[in-house]
């Protein structure tokens, strides 16, 4: 079984990597230049991580832009344009997926990696650790917004602990800069509600983060929708995701989002195939698990726990329900052998209970 918390932590850097060329004009956001090209992002999301946690400077290539942020372009003074990024959002249309992205065109190495916006629901969860003798924001997980000041995640992300702090990203895609398009937004969790009968076994394995305020609604920051009790998604093609490891063994934690999709696998063929490995064949998969995966190399991997699996919504496919989260593996991408999700739609009574609870309204994550 792949360990449920990453063993290296993926630290987040506040400042910018720029090689030694100078901009001949001035450095701006990519939708604040009218030069043809200037929406272009070349993609190199493998960046290794050392034993330290820290990025390895020796390897790292983002190709940037004559000195700029890779998220930047050098334009010349007569081509710099006003940001037209000024629309009002709201929280009033769950689960929508910027399946095109939010302004750059993905150029490079880009498959498997999400588009800028693409899954406007994903949340990072972190913690500050000294790392170095430094304080350091350090990712454990992923999450999934329900509500402005809900979120979604495993239990086992956050049950070590429970009784400390944790902060949320929101509207985050590449952690080596901020110059996307879209500013993040991090709040503090204020309290986490941990499922009670969640155990050793990490049956029922959910977890609620409530936040010490809510967070704003932006074209990158959005909620998505709960499924109807009782709904099946067996078969069906979905997507999963946040910034863990490419690989089990040797794998290293993504600087920018991945975009992984799988078919959901039911209950029984999921059951057989973990008994055909070293579970044996007397393992009894929980009935608060579901599944998907099983294609050889496509898969999350550690680093990923706590991420939704989102699938389309049949009476609309340009919005997705939350089926599931990404709870546990045996490795990373064997073939024939899925991962192990939290079955979502089996909790969405508990779920919307404990926001009855807290007195936070449900309309954020319910279709239409």
Request: net charge negative.
């Amino acid at each position: 079984m792949k360990k449920l918390v990453p063993i290296v932590a993926l630290v987040l850097f506040t400042g910018r990597f720029v090689d030694s060329q100078e901009c001949i004009g001035k450095c701006v956001k990519k939708d604040e230049c009218r030069l043809a090209g200037s929406s272009d992002v070349f993609v190199v999301p493998m960046l290794p991580v050392t034993q330290a946690g820290t990025l390895d400077g020796d390897f790292i290539d983002l190709r940037l832009d004559e000195g700029c942020d890779r998220l930047e372009t050098c334009c010349t003074e007569q081509d710099v344009i006003p940001s037209a990024i000024k629309e009002q959002y709201s929280f009033d249309k769950c689960g929508e997926r910027n399946q095109n992205g939010i302004g750059y065109r993905l150029t490079g190495h880009k498959v498997g990696v999400a588009e800028y916006g693409e899954f406007p629901w994903t949340l990072m969860v972190l913690k500050t650790q000294m790392v170095v003798d430094i304080d350091k924001e350090v990712y454990l997980c992923g999450a999934s917004l329900i509500a402005p000041n809900l979120a979604l995640t495993a239990a086992h992300c956050v049950v070590n602990f429970k009784n400390e702090k944790y902060l949320v990203r929101a509207g985050e895609w590449d952690t080596n800069t901020d110059r996307e398009l879209y500013a993040t937004q991090t709040r503090e969790t204020s309290e986490i509600i941990i499922h009670e009968n969640y155990n050793k076994h990490h049956h029922n394995n959910i977890a609620l983060l409530r936040f010490d305020k809510p967070f704003t609604a932006n074209k990158n920051v959005q909620t998505i929708c709960l499924p109807p009790a009782g709904t099946n998604f067996d078969g069906q093609e979905c997507f999963t995701g946040a910034w863990g490891k490419d690989k089990f063994k040797q794998g290293k934690l993504q600087n920018i989002l991945r975009r992984v999709e799988v078919p959901v696998v039911p209950h029984g063929p999921c059951q057989s195939a973990f008994q055909s490995t070293r579970l044996g064949s007397g393992f009894k998969l929980h009935d608060s698990y579901t599944c998907a995966g099983g294609e050889e190399n496509v898969d999350v991997c550690t680093g990923d726990g706590g991420a939704p699996l989102a699938c389309a919504i049949p009476e609309d496919s340009g919005r997705y329900y939350q089926v599931g989260i990404v709870a546990w593996g045996i490795g990373c991408g064997q073939k024939g052998i899925p991962g192990a999700y939290t079955d979502v739609v089996k909790f969405v009574p508990w779920i919307r209970n404990k926001m009855t609870a807290l007195g936070i309204d449900a309309k954020t994550s319910t279709f239409p």
